[in-house]
């Protein structure tokens, strides 16, 4: 009697016990950001930092803008199905990829980069570093020879064997956004209002196009009379003139990693529709003050909501693969 009850209790506490170990791996499964680190590849490729380095240093010393490019793609490849590299593959037979998106058609630049970067990369220690890690790796290292911030990178992502033009028009927000809706956005990818504002710094270098920014400068009234004029003198009225026409999003320093930008906003000086929203009487004004005034606290947020974005959903374990050539699956 007191045997059958103890081999029963026995019974019982073993399923448990392997019900909770199941539980477990699969959770640990799940949430496969945690296997991202910034050690990833020390035994493997220990150069993989210095060879990324070298091909963005090249690029940037060339055009500065290519710092620019560089950082925006790793923030296109990680809103669309996570930082999977899916940004930077080719249209083929049976996929229309992201690259000829809204967003990017015209637009996204720095592939040819992302090419040179993973051929050096390919000769040090071929076969074991991501498209994906590649261009988190270049984004960082753009930043930084900009005068901005370094920081570790966490790598470890592998790389998409898909990619979606639908997904990129979907989950990319334009910029006519409302506040609103650029919270949401962000949220839905378990980035704060914080990373959102702190991230829109990235318009502290780079330049856009006429098209994005024509409504803006002939309509809107929260916008510096003398600045709307002055950008106007580029971008003629009518829809379908000039709308390539440059200009650069941060007017003070347009190459220098900095906090002009916020200054910018407080003086409505903000390029884009959805760079003024976040200084325009709502909630995030006190956020934008608060950068302004105080450099550091810009630089440390855009460093934690960075190292957040590049957690989106990566690739990893046996997911993905490791492509040979970053523009077309292997
Ligand atoms: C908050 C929502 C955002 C919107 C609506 C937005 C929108 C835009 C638009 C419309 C352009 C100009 C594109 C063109 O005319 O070709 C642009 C450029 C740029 N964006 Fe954003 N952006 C956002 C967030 C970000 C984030 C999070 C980053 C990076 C962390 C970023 C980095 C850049 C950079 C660096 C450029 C200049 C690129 C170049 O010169 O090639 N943006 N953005
Ligand atoms: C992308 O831009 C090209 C050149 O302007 C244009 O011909 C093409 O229709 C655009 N593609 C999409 C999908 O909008
Ligand atoms: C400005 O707004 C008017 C009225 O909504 C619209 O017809 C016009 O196309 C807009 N102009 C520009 C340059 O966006």
Redesign the pocket.
Known sequence: MAASSSSSLCYCSCRWLMFVVIAVLVVLAGSSSAQLSTSFYSKTCPNVFGAVKSAVQSAVSKEKRMGASLLRLFFHDCFVNGCDGSILLDDTSSFTGEKTAGPNNNSARGFNVIDAAKSKVEKVCPGVVSCADILAIAARDSVTILGGPSWNVKVGRRDSKTASQSAANRGIPGPASSLSALISRFQSLGLSTTDLVSLSGAHTIGQARCTVF??RI??ETNIDASFAKRRQRSCP?TTGSGDNNLAPLDFQTPTAFDNAYFKNLISKKGLLHSDQVLFNGGSTDSLVKKYNSNPKSFLSDFISAMIRMGDISPLTGSNGEIRKNCRKVN
């Open positions: 024509r409504s002939y309509n009225r």
